[in-house]
C-alpha cells in the first residue's frame, strides 16, 4: 500500500467513526439543535488541538518520569486544551444559550480530537500490517478511545451546564472541578487499559460503557434544567 493511500484511508477511518458517535450525540438535543456551522466549527477545533497538545506532550515525556504521572500530565493537557478551544470557538456564542449545549459542544470537540489521534494510530497498522490487524486496531479505537474522549469531555460539558444559571465565580469553580475529574477519568483509564493483558481489554473499555451510560442519564437531569 502506497503512502498516500495509507493516508487517506487512515484519514477516512478516523473521521467518520467519530462522526457516526456526533450523530448519535447531536440527538441528545434534538429540541433545540445547535446551528451545523457551529457543530463543524466545534469538530475542526477539537481536530486542532491534537497540532497543540503533542508538541507539549513530547516535552512533558522528557522531562518527567513514571508512567502514572506521565498520563496523569498528557490528561490534564489535552482536557485543558480541549475546554480552551471550545471557549475560544463556540462556548461563548449567543447560540450556546441553554445547559445541554455546553456538553454538545464539549462532545463535538472531544469527537474531532479523536478522529484526528485516530487517523495518527491507524497510520501505522496501515502501513504495513494485515488488514485484520487494521481493522482490530480501528475497532478497538471505536469502541474504546473515542468513547474515553467523549466521556472526558462529556464531564467536563456536564459542570459547565450544572453551572450555567450561576455566578461567574461559581462557574469557575465548577470549571475546574469538571476539567480536573475528567483528567483523572482519562488518565485512570489510559492507565488501566496499558495494565490490563490483552483478554481483558473489552473488560476495561466496558468500563468506558458504563460511565457513558452515566453519562447519558446525568442528561436527562441537565435538559430539565431552568
Known sequence: MN?????LLATAGGIFPALIWLWFWL?????HPEPRYLIALAFVAGAFTVALVIPIQ?????MVTGTLIIFALWSLIEEVAKYILARITVLNRRDADEPIDMVIYMVTVALGFAAIENALFLLSPLAGSTPVETFLTGNLRFVGATLLHVLSSATVGAFLALSFYKTKSQKAVYTAIGIILAAALHSGFNFLILRAAEEHLLRTFGLVWVGVIVMLAVLEFIKRLR
Open 58 to 62: 513530547k516535552v512533558i515525556a522528557t
Open 27 to 31: 440527538r441528545e438535543d434534538m429540541r
Open 3 to 7: 503512502e498516500f493511500m495509507s493516508i
